[in-house]
């Protein structure tokens, strides 16, 4: 399977790829704001995305709305320091399936993955 990094914060993506030891998951591309990240989502079409919510050019929201309309059955993780229960919300209600706060351990990060992967039946194919 997958994965893409969409993270503003060259730390956190680097810290995410370095993290992130699920089975079967590996890193196809990482994006500093939604503009890139949709780029880079069409050209790999990835079954997973950690995404930021707070970004220039593009925010997380408007991204997840793009990246649901190219692949419904992607699976997005939240990953933001924002852990106001509305924006959590209105990712979720617009197609994230988790939520991760900043700062995270590698290994809050491998179980999200995991829960996400696990409760979808699209994953593990």
Do not use: W
Not at 42 to 57: A, E, G, S, Y
Not at 64 to 72: H, M, N, P, R
């Amino acid at each position: 399977m997958k994965l893409l990094i969409v993270d503003d914060s060259n730390i956190i993506r680097r810290k995410i790829e370095r993290s992130a030891h699920v089975d079967n998951l590996h890193v196809v591309g990482t994006a500093a704001d939604g503009v890139e990240a949709v780029k880079l989502f069409q050209q790999t079409l990835p079954d997973v995305v950690t995404m930021d919510l707070t970004m220039p050019h593009m925010d997380g929201i408007a991204c997840i709305e793009q990246l649901v309309v190219i692949k419904t059955d992607v699976l997005i993780l939240v990953v933001s320091a924002l852990a106001d229960k509305a924006t959590a919300i209105e990712a979720l209600k617009k197609g994230a399936h988790g939520f991760l706060c900043k700062p995270f351990t590698e290994e809050e990060l491998n179980e999200a993955l995991n829960e996400l992967l696990e409760g979808n039946p699209y994953a593990r194919r």
